[in-house]
């Protein structure tokens, strides 16, 4: 398979848990991105790498959560002491950083159920 | 603030049917804008992406145009089938360091 993997698919946890997710992207892509998308709601952007580097953090991404992608491939993002409110699907997708056809694939993402 | 704005948020269709999803965005100096798919409880599909020198794009069934004046784009489906079931996407940037903001979707119902 060489689209974007997440893993794992269904993650459900007790409030106040830390969890962790990974992404890997598709291998060639030097841009990865996390989104978190509710029910009945499109993807809202959490942050992004190029690479190594996180170039950008929404302000929805609270002090809980941290993510890495420590060399330049695979991502983790992780949510510490976790809330009701963090449940949903959360989504990567990755790119090949070119000119103005840049095209996001994502993977099928990390449902998160905070009970 | 960028803003993207689908209507209808559902949409239901007989077999066979054209049909325009529409999508409207408030960023003047638009980047690109994609068209996404996805089915209940999966990640996205991309179906198509429209740079922002280009008026329309093809592939199949679907074509898509931008209308930077308006601040629209369209995705249009021919002839549709029950298996174009999903809900539809739209997500524009205005530059290449910017993230794609997404709109809420359209929801998509074709009967048999």
Partial sequence: ?115 | KQEVTQIPAALSVPEGENLVLNCSFTDSAIYNLQWFRQDPGKGLTSLLLIQSSQREQTSGRLNASLDKSSGRSTLYIAASQPGDSATYLCAERNSGNTPLVFGKGTRLSVIA
């Fill in chain 1, 1 to 115: 398979d060489t689209g974007v993997s997440q893993d794992p698919r269904h993650k459900i946890t007790k409030r106040g848990q830390n969890v962790t997710f990974r992404c890997d992207p598709i291998s060639e892509h030097n841009r990865l991105y996390w989104y978190r998308q509710t029910l009945g709601q499109g993807p809202e952007f959490l942050t992004y790498f190029q690479n190594e580097a996180q170039l950008e953090k929404s302000r929805l991404l609270s002090d809980r959560f941290s993510a890495e992608r420590p060399k330049g491939s695979f991502s983790t993002l992780e949510i510490q002491r976790t809330e009701q409110g963090d449940s949903a699907m959360y989504l990567c997708a990755s790119s090949a950083r070119s000119a103005t056809n840049e095209k996001l694939f994502f993977g099928s993402g990390t449902q998160l159920s905070v009970l």
